[in-house]
Structures are given as structure tokens and as C-alpha cells.
């Protein structure tokens, strides 16, 4: 594919884009995929975080229909990556399935490092779908942030700004108009040009990716 949206991950070199949200289910069964990929590669290959906005500024809580598609979903994600899940959720009533403010705060610490952004990444996945933490709520997600050694009370005014927000929305913009339909969805590119190359969209095993991976890496060659 060949996309000039993505000019603004400054990544020169061969790279990955990564595009995911901190409340998606199959990206949390992805999780170790990435972190595979990242260990594997290191700085050889940088990878870049685009926060795909799955549902943002949804305002009405979950109903009875939505409980039950998004429990078998779950259910299908624990089942093909193995990645455990916290059912103590589904005793939550009223739930408002706001995916923007967990997007905010991985895009706020994401401005520390690339190696942070996935770190935040993975740690808001555990935390609401193994340890069934509420990540809609800013003090939970300066809990998070705290736990990664970030200062709470700074954090917390970053989370707020609209400088926070507006580059979340830039985020779903890019995810929008790069045409991503799904979640994880993983791109690669030369850093030669603007020609990217979809590695995979949708949950693959990491033994899979790996192979992907590499095979794209050798292309360039």
C-alpha cells in the first residue's frame, strides 16, 4: 500500500506500524506477539503505535446483546492465544465501553519513548481484561502510569490537556483513513518511500508473524 498519512511516524529505515487499542480483546491476545516481535528485532526494527480508535466517545452503557457478543468474544480470544481474562467484568453494571481515554493515556506516555508506548500498550490491556480494572477512569489509568514510574500528579494534567486529545484523534484519523478495518493490524515499511506492506490484520500466532516478519525483511535484501 502506499500511504502518505503515515509520513508523520518519523521512522527512517525499515520499521513497523502497529495499529491497536488498549480495549480491543484481540490485541491483548496479540500482546505477546508484539512483544516477541520487539524482543526478537530490538531497535533493528523499530516499532511505531497507532492508536486505531475502536470505540471512542461512546456514551451509553453496554446492553444485554453487546454483554453477550463482547463475552463469547473474549472467550474466542482466551481459546486461540491463550492470554487469561478476568470474568469478574461481566458483574460490572452500566458499563460505558469508552475506548478513547485508555487511548489518551497510552498516547500521553507514548511522548516518553516508542519502547514506552508498547509498555503502556500492554500494560492497560492486563489491566482491564486481567485484572479487571476500570481504564475508562483517569485515576486508574494514573495508577498505571505511576506503576510505570511516571510522576502522578504531571501525568494527570498531560491526560487532561487538549494537546492529549487532540493527538489521540489525529491517531483515529490516521487509523481512518490509512483504511485499517480491524485490530491488531500490523504494517510494514522500507523507510524509502511512502509503499507499506500489511503483515498481517487480525490475531496470528507469534511463531506466524515471526515468519512474516522475516520473509518481508528479506524482500528488501
Do not use: K
Not at 480495549?23 to 503505535?49: D, E, K, N, T
Not at 457478543?69 to 458499563?95: N, T, Y
Not at 469508552?98 to 509498555?119: C, Q
Amino acid at each position: 500500500m502506499t500511504n502518505a498519512h503515515l509520513a508523520n511516524a518519523p521512522l527512517g529505515g525499515p520499521h513497523l506500524i502497529y495499529f491497536a487499542d488498549p480495549m480491543c480483546a484481540w490485541c491483548w491476545g496479540f500482546s505477546p506477539v508484539i512483544g516477541a516481535i520487539a524482543q526478537h528485532y530490538g531497535a533493528a526494527l523499530p516499532i511505531r503505535l497507532i492508536l486505531g480508535g475502536l470505540r471512542p466517545y461512546t456514551t451509553e452503557p453496554m446492553d444485554a446483546g453487546t454483554v453477550e457478543q463482547r463475552r463469547s468474544g473474549w472467550q474466542r480470544v482466551a481459546e486461540a492465544s491463550g492470554q487469561p481474562f478476568d470474568i469478574r467484568f461481566w458483574d460490572r453494571v452500566g458499563f460505558v465501553y469508552d475506548t478513547e481515554p485508555a487511548s489518551r493515556a497510552a498516547a500521553v506516555l507514548r511522548r516518553r519513548s516508542p519502547a514506552m508506548a508498547l509498555d503502556a500498550l500492554r500494560r492497560l490491556h492486563a489491566a482491564f481484561y486481567a485484572e479487571n480494572r476500570d481504564v475508562t477512569q483517569p485515576e486508574v489509568l494514573a495508577d498505571i502510569a505511576e506503576e510505570m514510574g511516571v510522576e502522578r500528579t504531571g501525568f494527570l494534567a498531560e491526560l487532561a490537556s487538549e494537546s492529549a486529545r487532540a493527538e489521540t484523534r489525529q491517531d483515529f484519523a490516521i487509523s481512518q483513513r490509512t483504511g485499517i478495518r480491524g485490530f491488531p493490524s500490523l504494517i510494514a515499511g522500507s523507510g524509502a518511500d511512502n509503499q507499506y506492506v500489511m503483515l498481517t490484520n487480525g490475531f496470528q500466532p507469534a511463531a506466524r508473524v515471526l515468519e512474516i516478519v522475516a520473509a518481508w525483511q528479506a524482500s528488501l535484501a
